[in-house]
């Protein structure tokens, strides 16, 4: 490999071209799909990925959760329909007016200061009004707030309300009751913006479980941040759509070392010998996005189709027992995230280690380690 870096990741575009016909197979013709890219696409490249979607996976419109990630796109030269899904704070108003960004509204102060930057500029600016129904995050609920959230939006002329959504809090477990009364809820909530006179062009409530498992919530578009990157996270049943992960992260041994029994090692002296141990000590670190965690609970990582264990994660290099993979040498491959031989570790079994949401794993990947896209079969 010739291009510098200490770890370097790999990004299977065919795949994610893959994994967006089994999504759209699965939700039919009549139901567009917004993916979502927030978090630099879940550490996997925004720009590229975005690209990607727009020309090779017949994507029209995407979704990040800040301006800032919508702004990044835009001066990438992206000229799609971007939406915003997370709360707006005041002052990145007048970008998202300038770039035909599309944007929530639960407030009537905000929606009224967004229509006036959109008269002024002679434009309409387009919104999607957010129903609260049991996440608790942004929102109205359904009845008395909804109303008078339509009461003070309704005579702004400066806004189009395109759309109405709303977003699951654990779509993903096997009891689907807690769902099942949100979609309720929503339903409800859209028969009521309906009575006032509004009739939204977009009806859309699915987060990645729920697109999965919830076909009755697919209405007309569906958000997904995580399946067209490979992850289905339903516990009821596993990757029913037979989606492939498209991230492969791998690093190298720079060092290898023989630490007797009882000898210590580390900062602050963290890890002390049981027994005889050979210790490699790879390139990578909490520096690159992986979580020091790992290296407190059980983590692993891969050497030659076998399991090593994890010591203890520095910012920049990190301590792996190779006792018993004597066969590992200086410059050796060691894969993080992907598959090697017949073991394989994801952002699911990383999940298992520490407990934190598979997606931390993801978003966390920091911009050091060296991104490579393959858009070829």
């Not at 492939?244 to 023989?258: G, Q």
Request: aromatic content about 8%; hydrophobic content about 35%.
């Amino acid at each position: 490999m010739n291009e510098t870096g200490n770890s370097f990741i790999t990004i299977d575009l065919t795949k994610i071209r893959s994994n967006m016909e089994k999504i759209r197979k699965h939700v039919g013709p009549d139901v567009e799909i917004m993916p979502v890219l927030k978090a630099n696409a879940c550490g996997h490249g925004l720009i590229r990925t975005a690209d990607w979607l727009i020309s090779e996976c017949n994507i029209r419109r995407l979704a990040v959760a800040q301006v800032r990630e919508a702004q990044a796109l835009r001066e990438a030269g992206n000229r799609a329909e971007i939406m915003v899904l997370g709360g707006v704070p005041i002052n990145n108003l007048p970008y998202a007016v300038q770039e035909d960004l599309i944007l929530p509204v639960f407030r009537t102060q905000d929606a009224a200061l967004l229509s006036g930057l959109a008269l002024k500029s002679g434009k309409k600016a387009r919104v999607h009004i957010k129903i609260d129904t049991g996440l608790g995050r942004i929102g109205v609920e359904k009845g008395e707030q909804l109303e008078d959230l339509l009461d003070g939006i309704l005579p702004l002329e400066g806004l189009e309300i395109e759309g109405v959504f709303t977003h699951f809090g654990e779509a993903e477990v096997a009891n689907p009751e807690f769902t099942e009364q949100q979609i309720r809820d929503f339903e409800e909530a859209v028969g009521q913006i309906r009575t006032r006179g509004i009739h939204p062009r977009y009806v859309h409530a699915t987060n990645t479980p729920s697109t999965v498992r919830f076909k009755k919530a697919h209405y007309n578009m569906v958000r997904t941040g995580l399946l067209w990157l490979g992850y289905d996270p339903c516990l009821d049943e596993e990757n029913r759509l037979g989606l492939e992960t498209v991230l492969d992260w791998k690093t190298f041994i720079t060092n290898k070392k023989y630490v007797p029994a009882g000898r210590s090692m580390g900062y602050w002296r963290s890890f002390t010998a049981k027994r005889d141990t050979v210790v490699g000590i790879a390139s990578f670190g909490y520096g690159d996005g992986y979580l020091e965690d790992l290296g407190k609970k059980g983590g692993y990582v891969l050497i030659h189709g076998k399991r090593a264990p994890i010591i203890s994660v520095c910012m920049d290099q990190t301590f792996l027992d190779i006792t018993d993979i004597p066969e590992t040498e200086i410059g050796d491959t060691v894969t993080l995230i992907g598959r090697d031989g017949e073991e394989k570790i994801d952002a699911f079994d990383l999940e298992k280690i520490t407990e934190n949401s598979y997606v931390v794993y993801l978003c966390n990947i920091s911009e050091r380690p060296v991104k490579i896209y393959k858009d070829q079969e």
